[in-house]
Nanobody
């Protein structure tokens, strides 16, 4: 069984920074793409950033230049460094990973439980 566990959310003032982490655990062959999504109250879940296992990144327009996604393949962990945070970044942030259980099976999407990020003075 595979689990994705996020950490690092919290309350921060506008203009501040936070770093989210998400570690994949369990028994599997490899984690391919990993990413972060967020969902604010009353809104649909939106893509924040993704990263492939050869470190190609993609960012949503609203976070470009402020957020940085990275990963440590040895630790099966993805990070999201969030700088110059704004009130509109307030949301639950979810980690996503496409996990290959083993070479005989198709992969699938796994999600973390979510971590709350609140930007407020």
């Amino acid at each position: 069984q595979v689990h994705l566990v996020e950490s690092g959310g919290g309350l921060v003032q506008p203009g501040g920074s936070l770093r989210l982490s998400c570690a994949a655990s369990g028994t599997f062959y490899r984690v391919n793409n990993m990413g972060w999504y967020r969902q604010a109250p009353g809104k649909q879940r939106e893509l924040v950033a993704t990263i492939t296992n050869d470190f190609t990144t993609y960012y949503g327009e609203s976070v470009k230049g402020r957020f940085t996604i990275s990963r440590d393949n040895a630790k099966n962990t993805v990070y999201l460094q969030m700088n110059r945070l704004k009130a509109e970044d307030t949301a639950i942030y979810y980690c996503n990973g496409y996990v290959i259980p083993d070479l005989r099976k198709d992969g699938g999407d796994y999600w973390g439980q979510g971590t709350q990020v609140t930007v407020s003075s």
